[in-house]
């Protein structure tokens, strides 16, 4: 799929078909987010693919706003090593996962904004390692329409040169 089609239809999944993920759509997926830039060349995260069906049902538990983790069949539980550019590192790396997964027909959502020190413990994260995020990956369990988003109009959040000018 072309990357701006990839990016004008790609859609929040937050329900999934039971069929797994082929390892090398698994591993183009989180090679994605590997491969992503980041400030200073830091790489301050990590990425915990999580495939085991009893570790996606607890992480399902822990996550309020994402139970339906637990019925992915796989999740990436994103970390960070804290430094001042790490937030926005690790977006631009969870991004990468989820455009590259739409490309290859996987839907996913993002889960959490930090607050999920839980996980820790289940997943043997460091305590000096943040968790940023769990991302649940799977075929989208219903047809979805690709691109249609409710967004505000363009010329209201797309300005030239000023605030306030529309970009036309």
Request: charged fraction near 20%; avoid cysteine; proline fraction near 8%.
């Amino acid at each position: 799929m072309d990357v701006f089609e990839t990016v004008r239809t790609v859609l929040a999944v937050r329900a999934f078909q039971a069929k797994p993920i082929p390892v090398k759509v698994i591993h183009r997926i989180v090679e994605s987010a590997w491969l992503t830039g980041s400030s200073r060349n830091g790489q301050p995260w990590h990425f915990i693919v999580v495939e085991n069906r009893a570790t996606l049902k607890q992480l399902g538990s822990l996550a309020p706003t994402g139970p339906y983790i637990a019925q992915a069949p796989l999740a990436v539980v994103v970390a960070m090593e804290p430094s001042p550019y790490a937030v926005s590192d690790v977006s631009r790396a969870i991004q990468s996962m989820i455009l590259t997964a739409w490309s290859e027909g996987v839907g996913s959502n993002w889960v959490g904004y930090q607050n999920l020190e839980q996980t820790k413990s289940l997943l043997g994260i460091p305590a000096d390692v943040e968790v940023m995020a769990i991302l649940p990956f799977g075929y989208p369990a219903k047809k979805l329409g690709k691109g249609r988003k409710n967004r505000k109009p363009f010329a209201q959040v797309v300005h030239r040169e000023r605030f306030g000018q529309p970009f036309e």
